[in-house]
C-alpha cells in the first residue's frame, strides 16, 4: 500500500517518518521532508524494533521504488501499518511542496 503526494498531514501521527535513500543520493540532495529522520534501509529488522506497531509508518526513498518498496514489504511483514510515498521525494520536489535542509529550513 502505497500513499501519494499531499502536505504532510500524512506523516501527522506517524510511528515514524523516515528517509530512506542511500548515502550517495542523499549527499546529493540533502533536503527533506519536514519531520523525518533518515534510517539505513539494509537494517530495517533492527531499528523497526523501536517502532510502536500501533501508529503508522511513512517511508519515502529516491523514486519511490525499489528501497522503499522492499521496506515497506519488511515493515508489513513485521505487522507494521507501513505507507511509502509513490514517487519518493523526487515526486515532492516536483509538487513544491514544503523542504528542509537537515538542520533547518530550505
Known sequence: MAFGIDTGSALAGAAGAFDLRLEEDYLQSPQVIAGVSSR??????????????????????????????????????????????????????????????QGGAA
Not at 57 to 82: E, H, P, Q, W
Request: with cysteine; glycine share 8%; hydrophobic share 40%.
Open 40 to 101: 539505513d534501509p539494509s537494517r530495517v529488522l533492527e531499528w523497526s524494533q523501536e517502532l510502536d506497531a500501533t501508529k503508522p509508518v511513512r517511508l519515502y526513498c529516491l523514486r519511490g521504488k525499489d528501497i522503499g518498496r522492499s521496506t515497506f514489504l519488511a515493515l508489513r511483514a513485521r505487522g507494521m501499518n507501513a505507507r511509502y510515498h509513490v514517487g519518493g521525494i523526487e515526486a515532492w520536489q516536483a509538487a513544491a511542496l514544503p523542504l528542509e535542509t
